[in-house]
């Protein structure tokens, strides 16, 4: 069976939902709206921004970085209160809130409205972009797939890492793109997800492959979602025909949903031409990245066929 979710095709339209936690999901919004993001001396963070004609004012604390893998801890998450402090604490804290946080100096992020660096040294962040597209280059049709998500971090250190690379597979007939997720130097991965895998604990991590100028169409398109494997964090998605095509692209880009209360990260590549059998430079290529699978994938039972 193809490494990538083949079973999908027939549908030619999964949508995955959200992880259940991560850089930590707020809202659905309609189009970029403007982001104010303010940090008290407390470690909380209040998010103000518009969801169409009401102002919202959502109360973030309790979280920052990640845990690494367990089965036996649950994963950090933020308690989030969108009542803007008065359920928390019988205030309207948003009227009021105080902002000690300063200008940003931290790691580039995808997708980014707001961000600052608080007194402790710590970081905040809000990112903003479209999850929940349909796969394949499939156009969006329902509202969900329609709106971008509003996403929230807290994080001190290193950021999460997205390792990708490409190749032929299977013959050398079909394009892949493979990589490995990792956090802090280790695999990023969960322990359960459902049938159309979707993460069902804190730690799976959804990553999201777009394809540029493909046969979907011209610009960003997305390609396919799906989970990090267990133990390695490794991933793999081979470009197979689909009733819109191949979807092989001059660019690809993945998008991995931060582990814990981390930001989203992501990882760019450029694509290949179609193998040229008995090409030196094609053999060559296709072995040196073998080599690099293979060691990523080690210790695992997925992404092992070339």
Sequence with gaps: MFRTTVAALTALAVVLPPAASASQFVDHIRGHVPVTLKVDRAG??????????AGRHVLVAGAMNARQPSRAVRQVRFRIDYSGGWRTTRRPLWKSFPNACGAYDGPALPALVAACRAPDGSYWAVQEWMVDL???GLPPWTVRQRRSSLRVSHWSGAVARVELHTDWIYSRHFHEVFGQATYLGRPVY???????GAPTDGYGRLLYLDTFDSSYGSGWRRENAFLSHAPTGVFC?????????TGVGSRYRLRMVGPGVTPDVESTVGGLHDFRAGNAADLSYEAAQNVILDGL????????HH
Excluded: W
């Excluded at 969960?190 to 159309?196: A, D, E, K, L, P």
């Design 44 to 53: 909380r963070a209040m998010v103000y921004y518009r969801k169409g004609a």
């Design 297 to 304: 994938a080690a210790g695992g039972r997925q992404c092992h």
């Design 134 to 136: 349909p796969n394949f």
């Design 237 to 245: 998605n081979g470009f197979y025909r689909n009733a819109r095509g």
């Design 190 to 196: 969960g322990f359960s997800s459902t049938r159309r």
